[in-house]
């Protein structure tokens, strides 16, 4: 009988007798219970794992004192070092019922390792190897083409995260099950590129995170691939939580080789601590081919793997097919353009406007310290005042301004000192205004300023990256050397510098009220949509419909500022399933006055009664998520809302208002990404020189040359008012756009050069 040992971050009262079959001698890393967070200094147990055959590590930190690993959710159920099995902590359940299935799933795969059930594979040196001479590569692709499967799954190990900044190091591929090579770049020659291009015109090629190694393939080899397929994709479409889409996530989950990049990491580790290098300093160039090979050629083989598995259950649903086919494999083609593309800056105004922030923020910090309240804090604290301690600032603030807390706490709960907080204490005193000013000019030039400079290719562009797997919305994200969803919107600095070239403009695309055009037309609300088809400005519509203002719509705004700004919040309100607390604290902020809970309730009331179907439309949403636990977009992406069904309340009614917030962001964003893709297809046809560079929220960014501005233009808006079966008759969805030398459209200009 096999011994086994369960062991726990401290005692708790959970009976794990319940979920295992199996005996097992139970331990705690820390055997004072009351205390919170166990640090390393705290840990008192004393137990040899060579004394046992399992061993079952419980919760983060008993995962990371035996593994060194910090994620215990990444391995959970699974086998680390041929003997620790990971386990999440059942206490997480209560606060986060989605995990329950995670956790049993955990407990059925942890049984069935220990019962022998379940065993991690390894392949034989004859299936997995690598290649380092001419003749077995291309014996190896003759095998390629000439196999029955009509796909190869490939994959890339390069020197940097960027085509750009660094070289291949090698590939690796696979054609069949079980099979895979490593081949090294340094053998590649024209004979094998020819080789390779005529497999890949044969084949459709597999990738994991297609987009980046086209990238490397294209750039560095000009290689073309008529047919691709992208399991990282593919799995989005069955789990579109971020963040679970990792090849070695997926290779644990779904193949039976387990973690086989342990070795890889372990080396890594052994590596940088010999030779003093910080994990971030350290690249795959420095890993001898020997090393590398197996850990490679195996990327390929679970590559072929996941796709065999998961081609087979997407073709089994035709809507998830569908949104694959069409939006996820159309828009990684069309974002690998844009990326190659770049964001155009302009690197004198980067350095000017980095030269004028470090003046700016020297003078502000010396300002600072000329405050009176400032000298007293520093005389009776016996210190300097350092304006980046959230303690020493909090303590100036309320212990020798006397100013008064907002109410706002940290997680600690401590008073908090954010932003918002600054910002409404500015109102009151100076000090706040000088501390808010400096944060925010300091954020401007270490985040952006400082970073960018230095990530510019020759070409003054920086290539960043877009997503179309970051979020559940089915939204698109940004990473990489510049998150281009987060540019500063109060100062045009960042955005200034994001300049069209010589004879080019700067244009912006933006839908207008899209999320709520979608609303008007899913809901078959025509009350809703008459207001789209009245023109005007849409909310002072609104407020004159719901309100029954006695004015023209022209008038509202002017007349009518406090319903206007009421009828806005209660649209979106309900778009993203605010209630009237959350609508009234809104209103109340805008507007600067105060909108009680009453208010808010009689006027979401006046806004239901105008716009019934849309009311009837919610609640039936609503119900359907309540009773499956999930709902698919019009375009037809899944939505898995689990905790639909918590017997908590609050969490339940938040899972109803994220799936119903879905339904319109993800087909409003949907929308905007398809006209994006086939305007790229109109350019690359017509052979135009317009630069997509970016899509952000609801825009759609380019550097257009002037003399292509109104075929760009017109085709653009043309394509994204496209009727996909989405559209209220005689009247497509609102297209804006802004035109300009820069991408702050003047705003530059007035804040520098005034």
């Avoid at 055997?31 to 983060?60: F, H, I, M, P, R």
Wanted: proline share 3%.
């Amino acid at each position: 009988m096999a011994e086994i040992a369960l062991i726990e971050t401290k005692p708790s009262s959970t009976n794990y007798d319940k979920y295992f079959e199996f005996e097992f001698d139970r331990f705690a890393l820390c055997s004072d219970s009351s205390v919170q967070k166990v640090l390393k200094k705290d840990v008192d147990l004393e137990l040899n794992t060579d004394d046992y055959d399992w061993v079952v590590l419980v919760g983060a930190e008993a995962f990371k004192h035996f593994t060194r690993k910090t994620s215990v959710t990444e391995y959970n159920g699974k086998i680390i070092d041929e003997k620790f099995l990971a386990l999440i902590n059942p206490d997480i359940i209560k606060f986060k019922p989605e995990a329950k299935k995670s956790f049993e799933d955990a407990v059925e795969s942890i049984s069935g390792y220990v019962s022998g059930e379940l065993t991690i594979e390894k392949l034989d040196e004859d299936k997995c190897y690598g290649i380092q001479t001419k003749e077995k590569c291309l014996s190896f692709l003759d095998a390629a083409i000439s196999a029955p499967r009509e796909y190869v799954a490939l994959d890339s190990e390069t020197s940097a995260l960027y085509c750009r900044d660094g070289y291949m190091l090698g590939f690796s591929m696979s054609y069949e099950p079980d099979h895979g090579v490593y081949v090294d770049a340094d053998i590649i020659d024209e004979e094998i590129e020819e080789k390779m291009q005529e497999l890949f015109n044969k084949k459709t090629v597999v990738f994991h995170n297609a987009k980046f190694d086209l990238q490397w393939f294209t750039y560095h080899f000009n290689f073309e691939f008529p047919k691709f397929e992208d399991t990282m994709l593919m799995h989005y479409m069955f789990d579109e939580n971020p963040g679970t889409h990792g090849l070695k996530q997926l290779a644990m989950n779904h193949t039976p080789y387990g973690d086989y990049e342990k070795p890889l990491e372990d080396w890594g580790i052994e590596y940088r601590r010999k030779h003093g290098i910080l994990k971030e300093a350290f690249s795959y160039d420095l890993i001898p081919f020997d090393v590398m090979k197996d850990y490679a050629a195996m990327d390929a083989v679970v590559t072929f793997l996941l796709y065999e598995k998961m081609r087979a259950a997407i073709e089994k649903n035709k809507r998830l097919l569908w949104v694959y086919d069409n939006i996820l494999l159309e828009g990684c083609n069309f974002l690998r353009q844009v990326e190659n593309n770049g964001v155009p800056f302009d690197r004198e105004r980067l350095e000017f406007a980095q030269g004028v922030m470090q003046e700016d923020i020297a003078k502000a910090v010396a300002e600072l310290y000329e405050f009176p309240e400032v000298r007293l804090f520093e005389k009776g604290q016996g210190k300097d005042f350092n304006p980046n301690s959230t303690v020493q600032l909090r303590s100036l603030l309320f212990d020798y301004i006397n100013l008064t807390p907002t109410g706002k706490k940290t997680g600690t709960g401590a008073h908090s000192t954010d932003a918002e907080v600054l910002g409404q204490l500015a109102e009151e005193h100076a000090v706040p205004k000088h501390i808010l000013e400096i944060r925010q000019k300091n954020k401007i030039k270490t985040t952006y300023l400082d970073k960018i400079i230095p990530n510019l290719d020759r070409d003054s562009r920086l290539r960043t990256g877009f997503n179309l797997h970051g979020t559940t919305s089915g939204r698109l994200s940004s990473s990489g050397k510049l998150n281009m969803q987060q540019l500063p919107r109060d100062n045009p600095t960042v955005k200034g510098c994001i300049k069209a070239k010589e004879g080019h403009k700067i244009v912006s695309m933006d839908l207008t009220t899209a999320e709520v055009y979608v609303a008007a037309v899913l809901a078959k609300d025509v009350g809703l949509q008459e207001v789209f088809k009245s023109g005007g400005n849409f909310h002072s519509s609104i407020a004159k419909q719901v309100f029954k203002l006695p004015c023209d719509v022209a008038q509202v705004d002017e007349l009518y500022t406090a319903k206007r700004q009421q009828a806005k919040a209660v649209t979106f309100g309900i778009m993203y399933g605010a209630g009237p607390a959350k609508i009234s604290w809104q209103v109340t902020k805008d507007s600067g006055s105060e909108f009680s809970m009453q208010d808010a309730q009689r006027v979401i009331s006046e806004y239901f009664q105008s716009f019934p179907n849309l009311k009837k439309w919610l609640d039936e949403c609503g119900a359907f998520i309540r009773s499956n636990a999930f709902i698919y977009s019009e375009f037809g992406r899944k939505r898995r809302l689990p905790n639909a069904k918590s017997k908590d309340k609050g969490i339940a009614s938040h899972e109803v208002r994220s799936g119903i917030n879905f339904l319109v962001q993800s087909v409003a964003s949907d929308i905007n990404l398809l006209g994006a893709i086939d305007m790229q297809h109109y350019i690359n046809r017509n052979g135009m020189n317009s630069k997509i560079f970016g899509l952000v929220h609801d825009s759609i960014l380019a550097e257009v040359p002037e003399d292509e501005m109104e075929v760009y233009c017109n085709n653009l808006k043309s394509f994204v008012q496209k009727d996909r079966g989405l559209s209220i008759p005689n009247c497509p969805v609102g297209c804006d756009f802004e035109i300009g030398n820069d991408y702050s459209f003047g705003k530059w200009e007035n804040y520098y050069e005034k």
